[in-house]
């Protein structure tokens, strides 16, 4: 993948080198794009959504909303601070929606963000793992999972897990940031960030996510068997992977 020039200041470089060797935790989530984002990774991590990523992740849920639309039960799994969780109950005012997350400190961020939402009472935020997820079998009509998958220590395991608690029909909505991203759409969407930190790590985080290749072969090794569709946005930054759970 082609780089991104970037002009950064003695202040960016002192914050990347505190980040990359102030912390192992940070090492490790940064250099493998593996583990929780917890503590004040969590707190700062949703500061910069909030602001920085405000219109880019707007504009992406647009393309899941049409889909969602007769959404019953909802399930985001990696919901973070909760923005797409709080998203889906807002715009499907017929859908219960419930959030899990592997950090408490996400938990707690995200149960903060739906206590201001008009969908409160349609919003159910826990602690919990993509790997042994905490719900019966044919749980959710329809799961999301947002800039998640490339965490998981097991991609297959996670869709695996998708299914199971999906009812027959169900499908999960899968997006992740492209690995394989043009150069050109990282640019313009560093463009769109509101917080410097933010269009300073673009390019290095497009780089630990996961490519559409990737993404099909793991669905594929799943139960799932091969999406029923795959699609790019915003340019080919992202990735929206579609896939169905076979009727009864």
């Keep these: 993948m082609k780089r991104v020039a970037i002009e950064a200041s003695p202040l960016d470089v002192a914050v990347i080198a505190a980040l990359r060797f102030g912390s192992m935790g940070v090492i490790k989530l940064l250099l493998t794009g593996k583990g929780p984002m917890n503590g004040w990774i969590a707190r700062a991590y949703d500061r910069g959504v909030q602001n920085a990523f405000r219109d880019v992740v707007a504009g992406t849920f647009d393309e899941l909303a049409g889909q969602l639309i007769d959404a019953r039960k909802l399930l985001d799994v990696g919901c973070g601070p909760g923005q797409f969780s709080i ?99 990282i640019e313009t969407q560093r463009r769109r960030m509101q917080h410097w930190f933010f269009r300073l790590m673009l ?8 490519s559409p290749e990737q993404a099909r072969q793991a669905c594929a090794a799943s139960p799932f068997g091969a999406p029923v569709e795959q699609r790019l946005l915003l340019d080919g930054l992202i990735w929206l992977l579609i896939a169905e759970k076979a009727a009864a």
């Design 87 to 185: 998203m889906a109950a807002e715009r499907l005012p017929q859908a219960e929606v419930v959030g899990i997350d592997l950090a408490p400190t996400m938990i707690e961020l995200a149960r903060g963000h739906a206590a201001q939402s008009p969908a409160a009472k349609r919003l159910h935020f826990d602690v919990g793992d993509a790997m042994a997820l905490p719900f019966p079998d044919a749980s959710f009509d329809a799961a999301m999972s947002s800039g998640s998958i490339k965490q998981w220590p097991d991609a297959v395991g996670g869709l695996r897990e998708i299914h199971r608690v999906l009812a027959p029909g169900g499908r999960a909505y899968i997006l992740e940031i492209n690995r394989e991203a043009p150069a050109q759409a």
């Design 203 to 210: 390019p290095y985080v497009a780089t630990q996510g996961m």
